[in-house]
């Protein structure tokens, strides 16, 4: 009987020594991965003229949009269908394991985070324009660092960039840089977007150089998406 007592004992210690370790590692490992957002309200869908309206606005945006919405603007900018922006981007069902609280947390916790940055070129307002999925649980949030962004691209306009754009995701927001130049009455065509981990870089090129208007070197800047 006495040993059957000892062996229950050692067993409900050693258990919960194994919990502190693991609530600790679980804690040590979320550190900066899940923010407490300032606004924990549920998602609510902008209808487009809202969109519109701060789209079409002098100044830098951000708002938030549901997987359809984010497929629409970036086949509103790129000139590609929605067909084709949803072939590159599927909306993949991610998971995640809130180690910290022991759960699990789906898609359908995510929604996409459209971001407008203005970078001046002499007279002309370069708009750069990124999208980049971020999900949320209750009162925290997070960029999802593993999926690419939809979009990073400058909104075309009276002039055409030709250079790169890279992004690194971060758990908060993302850093960028943008090296190149605008040009006039010319054609730009997206060469493609590659990446490893976190980092992403599209590059664009344009049919003639003929017309160039200006360069553009951003250094490295930061924006922030979940706050």
């Not at 993949?92 to 916790?109: C, G, N, P, Y």
């Not at 054609?187 to 160039?212: F, K, L, M, P, R």
Request: charged fraction near 20%.
């Amino acid at each position: 009987m006495k040993k059957i007592l000892l062996s229950l004992f050692l067993f409900f210690t050693l258990s919960s020594l194994v919990l502190v370790d693991i609530q600790v590692y679980a804690a040590e490992s979320n550190v900066g991965k899940f923010i407490e957002l300032k606004d924990s309200d549920v998602f609510t869908p902008m209808t487009d003229e809202e969109l519109d309206e701060i789209r079409n606005s002098d100044e830098d945006y951000h708002v938030e949009l549901t997987y359809e919405q984010a497929v629409e603007r970036t086949a509103e900018i790129t000139g590609k269908s929605v067909e084709q922006v949803m072939k590159e981007n599927p909306n993949v069902e991610t998971e995640f394991t809130d180690k910290q609280h022991l759960m699990r947390i789906a898609s359908s916790t995510c929604t996409w985070h459209e971001t407008s940055t203005t970078h001046k070129v002499y007279s002309y307002n370069a708009k750069l324009i990124v999208i980049v999925k971020a999900c949320r649980n209750g009162s925290f949030g997070w960029v999802d660092v593993n999926t690419k962004p939809m979009l990073q691209e400058f909104q075309a306009g009276s002039k055409y960039f030709q250079g790169t754009i890279q992004v690194d995701l971060e758990p908060t927001g993302y850093y960028y840089v943008a090296n190149g130049s605008f040009y006039n009455n010319t054609i730009v065509t997206h060469s493609g977007t590659t990446g490893a981990n976190t980092v992403w870089t599209a590059t664009y090129t344009v049919s003639t150089t003929s017309n160039y208007y200006g360069s553009l070197y951003t250094g490295v800047q930061w924006k922030a998406v979940v706050y």
